[in-house]
């Protein structure tokens, strides 16, 4: 899948280094960590087996879909990290693929707008859920609050002490998770409990089946947060596209084995209906010892996101504010451990302000978190077309890894991605709020990136950089 793979020798990657402004500190097992660490969040194990509680068994043919939707986006971004390794990711490659305003649309309507209120989403989760473990125990909104302030103070120490945090932190919830599905799928702890039949809703090929593909992509969203990281990585040729594409498998394999041992326990509509089913199957599986597991798996889930995204988004704002498309400020790193720390500082103050609106209006951020999604999976579109564009443009241009089967994963992808975009919605009453909201969202992004691209940057808004420019930037 890739050629003329190289290598990084001590003195090529010092004087990367030097010219990049960042220390090659992350070797296979941190960038799998952040390709898995994003992705397994709260949200993800209350969103998997939502559906599984739709779909019975049958669920595994939308986590297969999905998990070959993610294979497709790995080999784009794979390939486009590596032709291009900037720390702006798809600002960079957008820039030189279709022009300087579509770059800040992907970006911030794919992943700033996307994580904010997905991080806050995440956290005050954890403060629900531990809460409900625990009453009384901690203030309300402290344990949210307080885990954000913890992690922008780690992450601001440097990269190192991420990678530290962040494989312990993966490595934890894969490794409960994996118990937990693999407990219930058993029965060690606890027999399974009579009148549970698995085949009575079976119907793999049924259309409620099929249409889950767009719930079920949202458990392999995000592995790509490794490419930000490319400049700090070691040996990335080789490290990135495998730490994604093993991330999204271990993602698949856990999270089928997690709904199926869901299904041995929780009827299936109650698992479907369920605000809180993992505490649900938590508590089957061992009882009110469970509870306790939950809190682990729970608090583990939520710290491996928010460490992963405080990382990787500060890093595309830098790349950004490198490329002139955002504030110049954001491109600031700390004189001793080579961190983006204004570019960190916004990322939490972002995070931390819709926590304060989402606690009142929780079902209206809701909607949002929803529409802003979908502004996910078009970045995810455009990441496809990037690599189209580029193939055609740049023929000859060295190639690191080369997208296997080349055009179909594009096409495939963005004929896939299209289709979750079009079932996103989780109910037909909604589908109008829904894409009114994603439209605010894109409107007011478009607006922005308008206004910066023809007044601050003084460009054109379709105008491809030459991409000469992007890689003998420093």
Request: glycine residues 8%; hydrophobic residues 55%.
């Amino acid at each position: 899948m890739s050629d003329n793979a190289t290598y990084v020798s001590g003195a090529d990657q010092m004087k990367q280094e030097q010219k990049s402004g960042f220390n090659r500190v992350l070797g296979l097992g941190s960038l799998l960590a952040v390709a898995v660490g994003l992705v397994v969040s709260q949200g993800v194990m209350v969103l998997m087996l939502q559906g599984a509680g739709i779909a019975g068994l049958g669920f595994i043919i939308p986590l297969a879909i999905g998990f070959i939707l993610a294979l497709t986006y790995v080999f784009s971004f794979s390939e486009l990290s590596l032709m291009i390794p900037r720390a702006g990711s798809l600002s960079s490659y957008t820039e030189v693929a279709i022009g300087h305003f579509p770059a800040i649309l992907a970006v911030f309507s794919g992943y700033v707008v996307v994580a904010m209120f997905a991080l806050s989403a995440e956290l005050l989760l954890v403060d629900f859920i531990i809460e409900k473990i625990y009453p009384g125990m901690f203030p309300q909104y402290s344990v949210g609050f307080g885990l954000l302030a913890i992690f922008t103070a780690l992450n601001l120490m440097g990269i190192d002490v991420f990678a530290k945090l962040q494989s312990a932190l993966a490595f934890i919830m894969v490794v409960v998770l994996l118990i937990l599905g693999l407990s219930a799928v058993t029965g060690v702890a606890n027999p399974h409990p009579e009148g549970i039949d698995l085949t009575a809703n079976w119907n793999p090929l049924g259309g409620e089946v099929i249409t889950l593909v767009a719930l079920a992509i949202w458990g392999y969203v995000g592995a790509e947060f490794v490419c930000p990281l490319v400049e700090e990585s070691k040996n990335p040729e080789r490290n990135i596209p495998r730490a994604m594409t093993i991330g999204v498998t271990v993602i698949f394999v856990t999270i089928a084995i997690y709904c199926l041992g869901a299904l041995f326990y929780i009827p299936a509509d109650d698992l479907a209906g369920s605000t809180l089913p993992h505490y649900d199957f938590a508590k089957a599986v061992f009882g009110d010892a469970g509870l306790t597991f939950l809190a682990v798996a729970a608090v583990t889930a939520t710290c491996s996101t928010v460490n992963t995204s405080l990382a990787a988004i500060p890093r595309m704002l830098y790349g950004m504010a490198k490329n002139g498309q955002a504030f110049p400020q954001l491109a600031k790193l700390s004189s001793g451990n080579k961190t983006p720390w204004v570019a960190v500082l916004f990322t939490a103050a972002v995070t931390g302000l819709p926590m304060l609106i989402m606690r009142d209006n929780p079902d209206a951020i809701g909607l949002l978190l929803i529409s802003a999604a979908i502004a996910w999976l078009l970045a995810y579109i455009i990441t496809h077309i990037n690599v189209v564009v580029l193939r055609k443009r740049y023929p000859d241009l060295k190639r690191p890894y080369k997208t296997p089967f080349y055009p179909l994963p594009q096409i495939i992808g963005i004929a896939g991605m299209i289709y979750a975009v079009i079932y996103a919605s989780p109910a037909p009453e909604l589908s109008e709020q829904i894409f009114t909201a994603t439209g605010v969202v894109l409107g007011v992004v478009s607006v922005i990136g308008v206004f910066w691209v023809k007044v601050v940057m003084k460009k054109k808004l379709f105008t491809p950089e030459p991409i000469e420019k992007v890689l003998n930037a420093d």
